[in-house]
């Protein structure tokens, strides 16, 4: 990521982050300054990726002298919570390797305050590039910088669900092995397979497109945890399956009846690519030079597209989740990506990484966060969002105090009257409730 991810022609922008934390009022100084002096203390954090284009060679240079003043950069603005996200989105891809722009050389992360002196929020967003961590390693930085409201730390934040897949699968060693040339035939056809299908909303992606550079984030209303916990339990599914599957009903919606799904039917293709973090040891999450890393792949799920039926697309959803659960696809890739791509010149990997998401819908990403109100900088976390801008639509999903915060990014010009996709997610969710037998019919205030 650092050298670059992407074919030239497709003028991608940078891989950065963007973790935002609302609250009512900005932390102090002060208590910013002990979060960045904590994290500098990671080898990441505290320097620049180095190393020759096109080789494995790169590494994290350390930058001498950091004064953590430069690593707090301070906005102001005003209006209301649409306002704050617009703002948030005009500063998403300010440049964090460009030393003129920033002063000086620094690492490739930074707070960004904006105090908001209007009718809502302020929030304090941190913004860090791709390449010094994956999802489940900021989750690992947080657990540092977030406290329970009585001061105490929160310790550990990721289900251990989240790992008991892996486990299963080295009980299950065998049936792995079978599972492994399946796999890797996926997993090498994948950046050749099928393109989804043309509607109006995967029409955008195919094999020239490229990035516009306009890029809106949709924000949908927030969603009570315990609706989607019940609606799990109700249907014998999981949390991510509920989220996935009326992600897929609200998109169909969007799609409205085209002519490529009457056509198609059942048949009808539309995938997301879901990046998967691997497991680490327990010596990777507490050594500082290995506590933030990327070990994670993306892996191809099929939504649904042509199942008219809500609850009969959620068991489809439920099965392509459990098939990939329950097969070895995930540590195929990785060992794949790790050991094909630094043996292939640079244009054919880049080409290669471009072809695998030309021919899919979006990228769907779910990170769990604490289930209790937690104080970041000394100041009451009221939500929280997870922005980044990709080629394709980006869905990003956080949980945090029973509740569930997500966003969609796409092209707006690409994507006319996307601000209905919460609508039709809402309506989604609502329906799946409604076909339930939760005896309660009350919509849990959503």
């Known amino acids: 990521m650092a050298m670059g991810a992407w074919p030239e022609k497709v003028n991608m922008c940078d891989p950065i982050i963007n973790a935002a934390i609302f609250m009512d009022e900005i932390p102090n100084r002060i208590e910013l300054l002990k979060l960045v002096e904590h994290a500098l203390t990671f080898e990441r954090m505290a320097g620049v990726p180095t190393g020759t284009i096109g080789k494995n060679d790169w590494y994290f240079r350390e930058i001498e002298q950091i004064d953590p003043n430069s690593l707090i950069r301070e906005v102001t603005m005003t209006g209301n919570e649409r306002d704050l996200v617009d703002f948030i989105g005009t500063h998403m891809q300010d440049s964090l390797r460009d030393p003129v722009s920033r002063g000086q050389e620094l690492p490739w992360w930074e707070f960004l305050v ?33 406290r329970r409201e009585d001061g105490s730390p929160v310790g550990e934040l990721i289900p251990k669900s989240m790992g008991n897949k892996f486990k ?81 009903i609200a998109i169909s919606s969007y799609n409205g009846n085209c002519s490529v799904t009457s056509k198609k039917g059942k048949k009808l293709q539309c995938r997301a690519l879901m990046p998967i973090a691997l497991p680490r040891s327990d010596d990777d999450n507490v050594t500082k030079s290995k506590a933030l890393r990327n070990k994670w792949v993306f892996i191809s799920a099929d939504m649904g597209a042509g199942i008219t039926d809500p609850v009969e697309r959620l068991y489809h959803v439920h099965d392509v989740m459990n098939g990939l659960k329950n097969s070895p696809i995930a540590q195929v890739q990785y060992s794949v990506q790790e050991s094909i791509p630094p043996k292939l010149p640079l244009s054919i990997g880049r080409q290669t990484v ?49 509740r569930i915060f997500m966003n969609i990014i796409l092209d707006p010009v690409a994507f006319p009257s996307s601000e209905n996709l919460p609508i039709y997610f809402r309506n989604a969710i609502l329906q799946l409730l409604s076909q339930s037998d939760i005896a309660s019919k009350d919509n849990y205030g959503y």
Not at 133 to 141: F, R
Not at 196 to 212: E, I
Not at 358 to 386: D, E, W
């Open 114 to 146: 904006i105090k908001n002196t209007g009718t809502c929020s302020s929030a304090v967003v941190l913004r860090i590039e791709h390449v010094l961590a994956d999802g489940l390693s900021l989750v690992k930085l947080f657990e540092q910088f977030l």
């Open 168 to 248: 299963k699968q080295k009980k299950n060693k065998l049936s792995m092995y079978c599972k492994v040339m399946p796999s890797l035939g996926k997993v090498l056809t994948l950046p050749s397979s099928k393109f989804d299908h043309d509607t109006s909303f995967s029409k955008s992606a195919n094999k020239n497109m490229t990035y516009s550079g306009h890029r809106k984030a949709v924000v949908f209303k927030t969603i009570p945890l315990a609706l989607i916990k019940d609606l799990k339990n109700a249907y014998g599914v999981t949390v991510n399956d509920v989220l996935f599957t009326s992600l897929s």
């Open 354 to 402: 471009f072809d695998s998401f030309c021919r899919h819908s979006l990228i769907f990403s779910n990170v769990p966060g604490p289930t209790y109100p937690c104080l970041f900088a000394n100041k009451l976390a009221t939500g929280c969002q997870m922005f980044f801008n990709n080629l394709l639509p980006q869905v990003g999903i956080l949980s945090y105090n029973e």
